[in-house]
């Protein structure tokens, strides 16, 4: 038994979807329907959009078949190769974070106008009309084994500060879903940030629990900062896909603030340049538009940078050439000095109440093996000198965070000073050492990790929790002038 697929339209103007045993009527088609279920279903709606209203209404002024022609006619539209469809939405910063958005985006298919638009965010969903497009640069890249992909950027300006923007991107014919995102404001407003150590190895079936655990934990979160190796192997961008599996949405309306790690200027085996480039690999400047306000360094854009949020100077230092003594050491100089230079100057005309570095090497490492003394010796009297109030890191895989430190040596909670942290959201685990552990209020290995930072103008909180939601550990700095007093909520290392 089934519906005849052939659709008879009569002398008196009565469409007849015809059952094989001779049922023509709309109480045998119930029965039928009950029995066959989904099936006559799908034939009926099969039939119903090779109609329109007008002409079921005209063929068909039975109740039954006046039923049929107000289910609607209109086909949906094909859907999108899916090669086509955007994927891999990252949104940054490039500008002012009041004032301007920064996304990118990946297709398997490189599209002839790629495009983005936004609109401020209303409860109206009639807002497209006034959407502004804005047209994305593009690049086209080799994937190997006849695989290709088309990475795309583009940047919203002019934008107001607090309001709150959805977006899409795509190419006129084939969108993304409507994003949202907020502008900072320009005063000194409170706020929280996301903060996580090395995500790197399984990152799409267990570091995805972390960052979704923690955005579960802090909704309301302005950005996420990543401390360095993000992935296992730069070059590899099968792990770059994975990433993007992980943050799911999150990374469409999470902004990122990442610093490369080791493991992000991977090139591929036998490449000649491994030992003398530092240089990100190439999915690093795919993923992610950033400031290009950093050293006097063209083959490393946005490695290190800095921006200003609500009264905050975050600087993300890419310090690989003072910790990585694979690389030359000519290439290293060339980097650490134009590094330098830079640092000094951002540290030195900076006009916000708090200063947060972020970078991926530890000043104070605690994992078996490590210790960078050469780096702290470089790095941590700037640090102090121009009252640098936290320093956030990741490398050693595991949970570490020091007391008030300057000129090496534990100082009292109101004395000028820099709390250190390290932390690991990722599964990979390494074991703790005696190296530098006077200095910790606060060590665990083998767990995963976020941390939620809250900050205002009068005082910087750092909650680090267990993915299983447990309180970790805790500190907060209250700001006295161009120094901070330091209030310690661990329970013992």
Known sequence: MGWDTAIDIGSRGVVRTQWNEGFTSADQYETVAARSGRRVEQRMNNIMSKFT????????????????????????????????????????????????????????????????????????????????????????DDLGDGKSAAHYAARFQGLEPATAYCYRVGDAQVWSEWNVFRTASTRPEPFRFLYVGDEQNSIKSLWSRSIRLAYAAAPDARFLVHAGDLVADGYDDRLWGEWSDALAFISATLPSIPVPGN????????????????????????????????????????????????????????????????YEVAARKRVTEKELDWLTKVLSDNPNRWTIVVQHQGIYAISSGREYAAMRASLAPLYEKHHVDMVLQGHDHVYARTHKIARDRIVDPSAPGVVYVISVSGPKMYKTQKVNSQYMAKMIEDEQ?????????????????????????????????????????????
Not at 64 to 91: N, Q
Not at 113 to 134: G, H, L, N, R
């Open 53 to 140: 209203r007008r002409q079921f209404a005209q063929l068909a002024p039975g109740p039954f078949l006046l039923s049929l022609a107000t289910r609607g006619s209109a086909a949906p539209p094909p859907p999108a190769a899916p090669g086509a469809i955007p994927t891999r939405i990252v949104l940054t910063w490039a500008g002012d974070p009041a004032r301007t958005q920064a996304v990118t985006w990946r297709t398997e298919t490189a599209t002839a106008s790629p495009q983005a638009q936004v609109a401020k965010f209303i409860a109206d969903p009639k807002f497209e009309p006034s959407a502004i497009t804005v047209r994305a640069t593009f690049e086209k």
């Open 263 to 326: 493991h992000d200027l991977h090139r591929p085996p036998g490449s000649p340049d491994a030992k003398t480039s530092l240089a990100a690999a190439w999915p690093w400047r795919r993923h992610f538009v950033l400031p290009s306000n950093g050293p006097d360094l063209d083959d490393m854009p946005g490695q290190s940078y800095y921006l200003d949020y609500q009264g905050v100077r975050f600087i993300a230092l890419d310090v690989n050439a003072f910790s990585e003594e694979g």
């Open 449 to 493: 990790f976020y941390q939620i930072i809250d900050v205002s103008p009068e005082r910087l909180a750092l909650t680090a929790y267990s993915i299983d939601g447990a309180v970790a550990d805790g500190f907060e700095l209250r700001k006295n002038g161009t120094s901070s007093t330091y209030i310690d909520h661990s329970s013992g290392k």
